[in-house]
Nanobody
Framework: QVHLVESGGGLVQAGDSLRLSCAAS????????MGWFRQAPGKEREFVAA????????GYADSVKGRFTISRDNAKNTVILQMNSLKPEDTAVYYC???????????????????WGQGTQVTVSS
């Protein structure tokens, strides 16, 4: 059983930055893939970024490439999403997710992940 807790969300202006953290406990391993997803009101949950624990390979949605960076600290079981140049379109609840095996960064759909955090709200005003 993996427990995930997100933090770092808030209310910012367009162009500002936020740093989201995901603390994982209970069963992380080198086979895991960690992902960030987001969900705006009335919208489907969408992929943002992913990283593998073992090698640190990363993947990003086209909408955030060049603005967001995902990273991890294996010793601390923590995944970071650094968000720069934020836009109002980035407003959503951001979720951390964990896939338990076959670590790869091409898992871009929510059903491919096994555990989820509670989410943290990011609001970007114009």
């Amino acid at each position: 059983q993996v427990h995930l807790v997100e933090s770092g969300g808030g209310l910012v202006q367009a162009g500002d930055s936020l740093r989201l953290s995901c603390a994982a406990s209970g069963g992380t391993s080198s086979s895991n893939t960690m992902g960030w997803f987001r969900q705006a009101p009335g919208k489907e949950r969408e992929f943002v970024a992913a990283i593998t624990w073992s090698g640190g390979s990363t993947g990003y949605a086209d909408s955030v490439k060049g603005r967001f960076t995902i990273s991890r600290d294996n010793a601390k079981n923590t995944v970071i999403l650094q968000m720069n140049s934020l836009k109002p379109e980035d407003t959503a609840v951001y979720y951390c997710a964990c896939r338990m095996y076959n670590g790869r960064v091409d898992y871009i759909y929510p059903y491919q992940y096994d555990y989820w955090g509670q989410g943290t709200q990011v609001t970007v005003s114009s």
